[in-house]
C-alpha cells in the first residue's frame, strides 16, 4: 500500500471549517484513499473514501487532486467533538492476494478544535 | 448495542496467566480483525480471519492465538501474558467482496490490557 504524509498537528475554531491534507504521491490506480478517525482511546472510526472524484457524505468531504498525489479531508463546521487524530490511510479495496485487508495506520494528523 | 462489542473492557492480568478477549459483531461481516496499538506505534495487525473457517497470522502474531467460533464471534488469546504485551486492544470487521458495502473497517471500544 501506499505511503501517506499528514501533518502531526493542526488547530481550527469551533464553527470554521477544518482543512486536513494528505500526501500520497506513490498511489497507484487501484488505490483508494480512506479517512478514519480515533477520538482519544476510542476505537477508529470510518469517515469517508474515495477513488478518483469528490465525495461528500454526512461528516466530511473528500477532495482528491487530479492527479491523484494529494487529497484533503474537509470538516465543514468544525466542533469541539471533532477534535482527534485523524488517519489519511491508501488501499486497495478489496484485493485478494496478499492485500489482505490490513490498514497501515500512520500517525496521523492530531485535530484540536478551540472554542 | 454497538456493532462491534469487545470484551472486557479493561482488564489487568499477572504475568503468566492466559488471557483471552472477546468480540462479536452485529454487522453481517465476513471478516474480523485483531489489532493492538501502542503509544507512537499507532494499529497494528496480529491476527485476521475472512470466514469462520479461515485464520491468518497478521505482523505481530507471537504470543498470540485466536478462534472464530461463529461468523460474529473472533476471539483474541494470550496463552501466556508478558507485560510487554500491555496495551489497547481493538477488533474490527469489514464486509467482503459482493456484499456491497466499502466503507472499510469497524472497530469496537478497545479493550485495556495491562500485564504486570
Known amino acids: 500500500d501506499a505511503k501517506t504524509t499528514q501533518p502531526t498537528s493542526m488547530d481550527c475554531a469551533e464553527g470554521r471549517a477544518a482543512n486536513l491534507p494528505c500526501n500520497h504521491s506513490?498511489?497507484?490506480?487501484?488505490?483508494?484513499v480512506y479517512w478514519y478517525r480515533q477520538i482519544h482511546s476510542q476505537g477508529p472510526q470510518y469517515i469517508i473514501h474515495g477513488l478518483k472524484n469528490n465525495e461528500t457524505n454526512e461528516m466530511a468531504s473528500l477532495i482528491i487532486t487530479e492527479d491523484r498525489k494529494s487529497s484533503t479531508l474537509i470538516l465543514p463546521h468544525a466542533t469541539l467533538r471533532d477534535t482527534a487524530v485523524y488517519y489519511c490511510i491508501v488501499r486497495v479495496f478489496n484485493a485478494g492476494g496478499t492485500s489482505y485487508g490490513k490498514l497501515t495506520f500512520g500517525q496521523g494528523t492530531i485535530l484540536t478544535v478551540h472554542p | 448495542d454497538a456493532d462491534v462489542t469487545q470484551t472486557p473492557r479493561n482488564r489487568i492480568t499477572k504475568t503468566g496467566k492466559r488471557i483471552m478477549l472477546e468480540c462479536s459483531q452485529t454487522?453481517?461481516?465476513?471478516?474480523m480483525y485483531w489489532y493492538r496499538q501502542d503509544p507512537g506505534l499507532g494499529l497494528r495487525l496480529i491476527y485476521y480471519?475472512?470466514?469462520?473457517?479461515?485464520?491468518n497470522k497478521g505482523e505481530i502474531s507471537d504470543g498470540y492465538s485466536v478462534s472464530r467460533q461463529a461468523q460474529a464471534k473472533f476471539s483474541l488469546s494470550l496463552e501466556s501474558a508478558i507485560p510487554n504485551q500491555t496495551a489497547l486492544y481493538f477488533c474490527?470487521?469489514?464486509?467482503?467482496?459482493?456484499?456491497?458495502?466499502?466503507?472499510?473497517?469497524?472497530f469496537g471500544s478497545g479493550t485495556r490490557l495491562t500485564v504486570v
Open positions: 474490527a470487521t469489514s464486509d467482503s467482496p459482493g456484499q456491497g458495502s466499502n466503507y472499510g473497517y469497524t
Open positions: 454487522k453481517g461481516h465476513d471478516r
Open positions: 480471519s475472512f470466514d469462520v473457517k479461515d485464520i
Open positions: 506513490t498511489i497507484s490506480g487501484n488505490e483508494y
